[in-house]
């Protein structure tokens, strides 16, 4: 699944103290505003969404410019944002996993009822909204954390021909729900699997929290999601190599091989966010042409 470069941008993080805003580019600015949750909780869904489009702009032309260069950036978003699509991703917190490439505590929040709503009310009025063409309702998290109302939205969003586009670690889905999903009803849903290894052992230190159990039924779904990725808008595979973790030379080339043997090739391999750039290159395995084969990517 490809999203342009340069993506007029609005994330929103809620938590049980501070709903965080960031308006920013996708790989140029990033600007970040905390509100306390009651003040946006106490708002209307007018007033939100009011508060989400007056959200200024910070970064300076020479800030963007600088941050563009790192990316290869065509900047064209400095000139007119209005060429791209509307994106506007939400999520709470909520996971069912500690990730090792994550800094988030498995979420044990007090107050989940309350973030919930405030989670689904911003993303139902979202996908009604003309000047939203896409919707992200996984900036962290796990949007499956709540299914009966993720489906929900799933089904509204359809109705208003709004995208969808998310991430799951697929571990929280059963049988049952991967069925629900496949059954046709939700081509306007891109999905982005989060799978990092296809070993047991080494899959359970990445995705911490998970058993060997759930590995399992990850490879299970994924292995129906490829035989049915027709009845989605789109299904793409994430797998982050971390060293230390899953940086093996022969578990990477199992997971491109199960890739290769279901014949799928929307896959991308990306190093973990933080780690330099030269705890993979020093690897002699570690080729140009492992890269291209891989789909590896510097900038995740």
């Known amino acids: ?15 049980s103290e ?45 800030d963007i410019i600088e941050r563009r260069q790192d990316f290869n950036c065509e900047g064209s978003c400095i000139t007119d944002w209005k060429n791209h699509p509307n994106i506007l991703g939400i999520s709470t917190k909520a996971c069912n996993l500690k990730c090792a490439m994550c800094r988030d505590e498995v979420y044990t929040s007090k107050t989940i009822q309350q973030e919930k709503e405030l989670y689904f009310r911003i993303l139902n009025l979202a996908c009604q909204r003309p000047e939203i063409d896409t919707v992200v309702p996984a900036v962290f998290g796990e949007f499956f954390m709540f299914k009966k109302e993720a489906f929900q939205f799933l089904s509204e969003a359809k109705k208003h021909n709004t995208l969808v586009y998310s991430a ?12 629900e999903l496949l059954s046709g009803k939700y081509d306007n ?93 020093k690897e002699a395995w570690f080729t140009e042409d492992f890269q291209k084969r891989a789909h590896f990517s510097y900038s995740y």
């Not at 909780?41 to 969404?49: G, K, L, N, P, V």
């Open 18 to 62: 501070n709903v965080t805003f960031s308006k920013c580019c996708l790989t140029c600015s990033n600007n970040f505003i905390r509100v306390p949750f009651k003040e946006i909780y106490s708002m209307t869904e007018d007033q939100i969404f009011k508060f989400i489009w007056d959200l200024p702009s910070k970064k300076s032309d020479k």
């Open 1 to 15: 699944m490809d999203s342009p470069k340069c993506i007029n941008k609005v994330d929103i993080v809620i938590d």
């Open 168 to 179: 799951t670690n697929l571990t929280i889905l059963n049988d049952d729900d991967i069925s």
């Open 189 to 281: 849903f891109a999905l982005i699997a989060s799978i990092d290894s296809f070993t047991p052992s080494i899959y359970t230190q990445m995705r911490r929290g998970a058993s060997c159990k759930d590995a399992f039924q990850v490879y299970k779904n994924f292995s129906r999601i490829v035989e049915n990725k027709s009845k989605l808008k789109d299904f793409r595979v994430n797998t982050v190599i971390f060293p230390g973790v899953n940086f093996i030379k022969e578990d990477i080339e199992n997971t491109l091989f199960v890739f290769e043997s279901h014949k799928f090739d929307n896959y991308f391999l990306f190093k973990a966010v933080q780690t330099p750039l030269e705890e993979y290159t």
